[in-house]
Protein backbone atom coordinates (compact mmCIF):
# COMPACT_ATOMS: atom_id res chain seq x y z
CA UNK A 1 0.00 0.00 0.00
CA UNK A 2 1.34 3.57 -0.62
CA UNK A 3 1.45 5.43 2.80
CA UNK A 4 1.10 9.07 2.63
CA UNK A 5 2.95 10.91 5.54
CA UNK A 6 1.68 14.50 6.93
CA UNK A 7 2.68 16.17 10.34
CA UNK A 8 0.13 15.85 13.03
CA UNK A 9 -0.01 19.35 13.65
CA UNK A 10 0.31 23.40 12.25
CA UNK A 11 0.23 26.43 14.29
CA UNK A 12 -0.21 29.24 12.39
CA UNK A 13 -1.46 32.85 12.89
CA UNK A 14 -5.04 34.37 11.62
CA UNK A 15 -4.41 36.44 8.27
CA UNK A 16 -0.93 34.49 7.92
CA UNK A 17 0.33 31.86 4.97
CA UNK A 18 -0.53 27.85 6.43
CA UNK A 19 1.61 25.13 4.34
CA UNK A 20 0.39 21.39 4.85
CA UNK A 21 2.78 18.73 3.73
CA UNK A 22 2.17 15.12 2.51
CA UNK A 23 4.58 12.81 1.54
CA UNK A 24 4.39 9.35 -0.43
CA UNK A 25 5.95 6.24 -0.22
CA UNK A 26 6.31 6.29 -3.91
CA UNK A 27 4.92 8.58 -6.66
CA UNK A 28 1.38 8.93 -7.24
CA UNK A 29 1.79 11.14 -10.74
CA UNK A 30 0.52 8.77 -13.92
CA UNK A 31 1.70 10.99 -17.36
CA UNK A 32 0.33 14.77 -16.19
CA UNK A 33 -1.97 13.99 -13.78
CA UNK A 34 -0.84 13.79 -10.20
CA UNK A 35 -3.47 11.80 -8.53
CA UNK A 36 -3.48 13.30 -4.88
CA UNK A 37 -6.36 15.13 -3.19
CA UNK A 38 -6.95 17.13 -0.25
CA UNK A 39 -10.01 17.18 1.81
CA UNK A 40 -11.30 19.07 4.91
CA UNK A 41 -12.82 18.09 7.90
CA UNK A 42 -14.02 19.53 10.74
CA UNK A 43 -15.23 18.57 14.10
CA UNK A 44 -18.41 16.19 13.44
CA UNK A 45 -18.40 16.68 10.01
CA UNK A 46 -17.87 14.52 6.94
CA UNK A 47 -14.74 15.60 4.92
CA UNK A 48 -15.38 17.97 2.03
CA UNK A 49 -13.09 17.76 -1.03
CA UNK A 50 -10.76 20.89 -1.47
CA UNK A 51 -8.25 20.14 -4.12
CA UNK A 52 -8.42 17.04 -6.77
CA UNK A 53 -5.48 16.23 -8.88
CA UNK A 54 -3.08 18.04 -6.90
CA UNK A 55 -4.11 21.63 -7.98
CA UNK A 56 -7.46 21.70 -8.91
CA UNK A 57 -9.54 23.78 -6.71
CA UNK A 58 -13.50 21.82 -6.14
CA UNK A 59 -16.24 23.63 -6.81
CA UNK A 60 -17.31 26.44 -3.73
CA UNK A 61 -13.67 26.25 -2.48
CA UNK A 62 -12.24 29.69 -1.81
CA UNK A 63 -9.18 31.10 -3.88
CA UNK A 64 -7.59 31.03 -0.47
CA UNK A 65 -6.95 27.15 -0.60
CA UNK A 66 -4.34 26.11 -3.45
CA UNK A 67 -2.29 23.04 -3.85
CA UNK A 68 1.05 21.94 -5.99
CA UNK A 69 3.88 19.26 -5.95
CA UNK A 70 3.99 16.10 -8.38
CA UNK A 71 5.56 12.82 -7.75
CA UNK A 72 5.95 11.97 -3.98
CA UNK A 73 5.45 15.43 -2.64
CA UNK A 74 2.76 17.83 -2.22
CA UNK A 75 1.53 20.75 -0.43
CA UNK A 76 -2.34 22.26 0.41
CA UNK A 77 -1.31 26.07 0.91
CA UNK A 78 -4.01 28.16 2.79
CA UNK A 79 -3.43 31.93 2.52
CA UNK A 80 -4.54 33.67 4.58
CA UNK A 81 -5.76 31.63 7.04
CA UNK A 82 -9.49 32.56 8.12
CA UNK A 83 -10.97 31.41 11.40
CA UNK A 84 -13.49 28.87 9.40
CA UNK A 85 -10.54 27.32 8.33
CA UNK A 86 -9.60 25.70 11.61
CA UNK A 87 -9.83 22.26 11.07
CA UNK A 88 -7.85 18.48 10.04
CA UNK A 89 -6.51 18.43 6.50
CA UNK A 90 -6.21 14.85 4.79
CA UNK A 91 -4.65 13.86 1.47
CA UNK A 92 -5.19 11.03 -0.52
CA UNK A 93 -4.31 9.08 -3.20
CA UNK A 94 -5.89 7.26 -5.61
CA UNK A 95 -2.89 6.34 -8.00
CA UNK A 96 -3.42 2.71 -6.50
CA UNK A 97 -5.59 0.81 -4.77
CA UNK A 98 -6.32 1.04 -1.97
CA UNK A 99 -6.69 4.44 -2.23
CA UNK A 100 -4.89 5.72 1.06
CA UNK A 101 -5.51 8.42 3.42
CA UNK A 102 -2.73 10.40 5.46
CA UNK A 103 -3.43 10.48 9.14
CA UNK A 104 -3.91 14.00 8.91
CA UNK A 105 -2.55 17.54 9.59
CA UNK A 106 -4.88 19.45 12.26
CA UNK A 107 -4.59 23.35 11.65
CA UNK A 108 -4.41 25.50 14.98
CA UNK A 109 -4.18 28.68 15.58
CA UNK A 110 -0.68 30.10 17.35
CA UNK B 1 -28.86 17.30 -5.89
CA UNK B 2 -26.46 14.15 -5.41
CA UNK B 3 -27.28 12.96 -1.75
CA UNK B 4 -25.86 10.17 0.14
CA UNK B 5 -27.37 8.79 3.21
CA UNK B 6 -26.51 6.12 5.48
CA UNK B 7 -28.44 4.31 8.00
CA UNK B 8 -28.18 1.30 10.30
CA UNK B 9 -27.61 0.37 13.75
CA UNK B 10 -25.98 2.54 16.48
CA UNK B 11 -25.02 -0.06 18.98
CA UNK B 12 -23.63 -3.45 17.81
CA UNK B 13 -22.75 -6.12 20.17
CA UNK B 14 -18.90 -7.92 20.29
CA UNK B 15 -18.53 -10.93 17.30
CA UNK B 16 -21.82 -9.53 15.63
CA UNK B 17 -22.33 -8.48 12.06
CA UNK B 18 -22.74 -4.97 11.31
CA UNK B 19 -24.92 -4.42 8.30
CA UNK B 20 -24.94 -0.22 7.01
CA UNK B 21 -26.74 0.76 3.93
CA UNK B 22 -25.98 4.17 1.62
CA UNK B 23 -29.03 5.14 -0.08
CA UNK B 24 -28.15 7.62 -3.26
CA UNK B 25 -29.65 9.88 -5.17
CA UNK B 26 -29.24 12.20 -7.84
CA UNK B 27 -26.73 10.16 -9.54
CA UNK B 28 -26.90 6.45 -10.88
CA UNK B 29 -25.01 3.43 -9.82
CA UNK B 30 -24.19 2.87 -12.63
CA UNK B 31 -22.30 5.72 -13.87
CA UNK B 32 -20.13 6.41 -10.33
CA UNK B 33 -18.55 3.77 -7.73
CA UNK B 34 -19.75 4.47 -4.56
CA UNK B 35 -16.89 3.83 -1.32
CA UNK B 36 -17.14 2.86 2.48
CA UNK B 37 -14.81 4.92 4.56
CA UNK B 38 -14.55 4.31 8.51
CA UNK B 39 -13.57 6.96 11.11
CA UNK B 40 -12.22 5.29 14.34
CA UNK B 41 -13.00 8.33 17.19
CA UNK B 42 -10.66 10.89 16.93
CA UNK B 43 -8.76 9.07 14.29
CA UNK B 44 -8.11 9.69 10.65
CA UNK B 45 -10.01 7.94 7.92
CA UNK B 46 -9.89 4.09 6.52
CA UNK B 47 -10.58 3.06 2.98
CA UNK B 48 -12.43 0.06 3.50
CA UNK B 49 -13.86 -1.11 0.23
CA UNK B 50 -15.87 -0.12 -2.95
CA UNK B 51 -18.74 -1.11 -5.00
CA UNK B 52 -17.27 -0.05 -8.75
CA UNK B 53 -19.74 1.45 -11.04
CA UNK B 54 -19.91 -1.52 -13.56
CA UNK B 55 -20.36 -4.09 -10.13
CA UNK B 56 -17.12 -4.93 -9.43
CA UNK B 57 -15.76 -4.77 -5.67
CA UNK B 58 -12.20 -4.67 -3.80
CA UNK B 59 -11.71 -4.13 -0.04
CA UNK B 60 -9.31 -3.38 2.17
CA UNK B 61 -6.79 -6.01 2.53
CA UNK B 62 -6.54 -5.87 6.28
CA UNK B 63 -10.51 -6.28 6.73
CA UNK B 64 -11.31 -8.26 3.37
CA UNK B 65 -12.01 -11.37 5.37
CA UNK B 66 -14.89 -10.03 7.25
CA UNK B 67 -16.42 -7.61 4.78
CA UNK B 68 -19.00 -7.60 1.79
CA UNK B 69 -20.06 -5.13 -0.36
CA UNK B 70 -23.15 -5.16 -2.39
CA UNK B 71 -25.78 -2.91 -4.16
CA UNK B 72 -29.38 -2.64 -5.65
CA UNK B 73 -29.45 -0.19 -8.35
CA UNK B 74 -32.92 -0.37 -8.56
CA UNK B 75 -32.93 1.18 -5.08
CA UNK B 76 -30.00 3.36 -5.06
CA UNK B 77 -28.51 1.36 -2.37
CA UNK B 78 -25.32 0.05 -1.52
CA UNK B 79 -24.65 -2.41 1.23
CA UNK B 80 -21.68 -2.92 3.78
CA UNK B 81 -21.89 -6.06 5.86
CA UNK B 82 -18.70 -6.48 8.33
CA UNK B 83 -18.82 -9.66 11.07
CA UNK B 84 -17.02 -10.48 13.72
CA UNK B 85 -17.04 -7.12 14.92
CA UNK B 86 -14.70 -5.75 17.95
CA UNK B 87 -14.47 -2.73 20.11
CA UNK B 88 -12.28 -1.28 17.74
CA UNK B 89 -14.25 -1.00 14.99
CA UNK B 90 -16.04 1.39 17.40
CA UNK B 91 -16.55 5.07 15.02
CA UNK B 92 -18.13 6.50 12.23
CA UNK B 93 -18.66 5.08 8.90
CA UNK B 94 -19.20 7.28 5.69
CA UNK B 95 -20.01 6.41 2.21
CA UNK B 96 -18.76 8.66 -0.53
CA UNK B 97 -18.90 8.60 -4.56
CA UNK B 98 -16.20 8.46 -7.00
CA UNK B 99 -16.64 9.13 -10.71
CA UNK B 100 -14.72 5.97 -12.49
CA UNK B 101 -11.45 7.19 -14.71
CA UNK B 102 -7.91 6.46 -14.08
CA UNK B 103 -7.49 10.23 -13.57
CA UNK B 104 -10.10 10.27 -10.45
CA UNK B 105 -10.57 8.77 -7.40
CA UNK B 106 -11.34 11.06 -5.43
CA UNK B 107 -14.29 11.65 -3.70
CA UNK B 108 -16.28 14.63 -4.41
CA UNK B 109 -19.86 13.85 -2.16
CA UNK B 110 -20.17 12.03 1.39
CA UNK B 111 -23.06 11.19 3.18
CA UNK B 112 -23.39 12.45 6.89
CA UNK B 113 -21.96 9.50 8.45
CA UNK B 114 -23.02 6.68 11.03
CA UNK B 115 -21.72 6.19 14.58
CA UNK B 116 -21.45 2.62 15.24
CA UNK B 117 -20.52 1.63 18.42
CA UNK B 118 -19.48 -1.81 19.37
CA UNK B 119 -20.30 -2.64 22.84
CA UNK B 120 -21.83 -4.99 24.91
Known amino acids: DIVLTQSPALAVSLGQRATISCRASQSVSISRYNLMHWYQQKPGQQPKLLIY???NLASGIPARFSGSGSGTDFTLTINPVQADDIATYYC?????????FGAGTKLELK | QVQLTESGPGLVHPSETLSLTCTVSGFSLTGYSVYWVRQPSGKGLEWMGR???????SYNSALKSRLSISRDTSKNQVFLKMNSLQTDDTGTYYC??????????????WGQGVMVTVSS
Open chain 1, 53 to 55: RAS
Open chain 2, 96 to 109: TRVLPGATGGYFDY
Open chain 2, 51 to 57: MRYNGDT
Open chain 1, 92 to 100: QQSRESPHT
